[in-house]
């Protein structure tokens, strides 16, 4: 049974910087992409980063572009999500997801397992 664990949330002042982790288990096949969406309440959910396994090539929402940054450590199966010039607008309930599949890689649908998500919250 797949698990995605997500920890690293919190609360931050504008300006300030968190890190995301989530530790993945219960693979059978490793995926391929693993990333980072976030929802607001009766908003749309939206990708913002996520990383190729095989090479670690990023992709990025523009709104997030030079201020987030996902990295992964592959032997301990953990993706990083480190989120900086963190603004009142990056406030959510950040998931992390992971997919062996194809498709457009922020765009959530195309993803198999998702985390518990953690909350960020970022006052101004």
């Known amino acids: 049974?797949?698990?995605?664990?997500?920890?690293?949330?919190g609360s931050v002042q504008a300006g300030g910087s968190l890190r995301?982790?989530?530790?993945?288990?219960?693979?059978?096949?490793s995926p391929n992409f693993m990333g980072w969406f976030r929802q607001i309440p009766g908003k749309e959910r939206e990708g913002v980063a996520t990383i190729?396994?095989?090479?670690?090539?990023?992709?990025?929402?523009?709104?997030?572009?030079?201020?987030?940054t996902i990295s992964q450590d592959n032997a301990k199966n953990t993706v990083y999500l480190q989120m900086d010039s963190l603004n009142?607008?990056?406030?959510?309930?950040?998931?992390?997801?992971?997919?062996?599949?194809?498709?457009?890689?922020?765009?959530?649908?195309?993803?198999?397992?998702?985390?518990q998500g953690t909350q960020v919250t970022v006052s101004s």
Do not use: H, I
């Not at 995301?20 to 096949?29: F, H, I, K």
């Open 52 to 68: 190729y396994a095989g090479d670690g090539s990023a992709y990025y929402a523009d709104s997030v572009k030079g201020r987030f």
């Open 1 to 9: 049974q797949v698990q995605l664990v997500e920890s690293g949330g």
């Open 20 to 29: 995301l982790s989530c530790v993945a288990s219960g693979y059978t096949n």
């Open 88 to 115: 009142p607008e990056d406030t959510a309930m950040y998931y992390c997801a992971a997919r062996r599949g194809g498709g457009r890689v922020l765009d959530g649908g195309t993803y198999n397992y998702w985390g």
